[in-house]
């Protein structure tokens, strides 16, 4: 007997690992760090977040993908440095009625 799978949102589901992915970027104190300072300053250059957070650009590069992969923020590269500035709407949108409706029970 074919034992039947259950029905499973795709849309749901992929809703669920965007906000994982960006909760993810969220839950280290070292990326909260490099995003308070991009909000601070309003635009970042790597050089100055390395030297700012104590951190070598390997690691610091690390935790910056991590960000950029989740939408977070946003790279423009002059010359030889990157520059960072928040992605504002995905930060805005971040803790939305989206989400917030997800786990609404009316």
Known sequence: MKEEIPFQDVSLDQTFST?????????DQRRLHILQEITNHGEVCVCDLSEKLHLPQSKLSYHLKILMDANLIEK????TWSYYTLNHSEMNHLLSEELCCLFRRD
């Open 76 to 79: 423009e590269t002059r010359g």
């Open 19 to 27: 906000y994982e992915k960006k909760f993810k970027a969220l839950a």
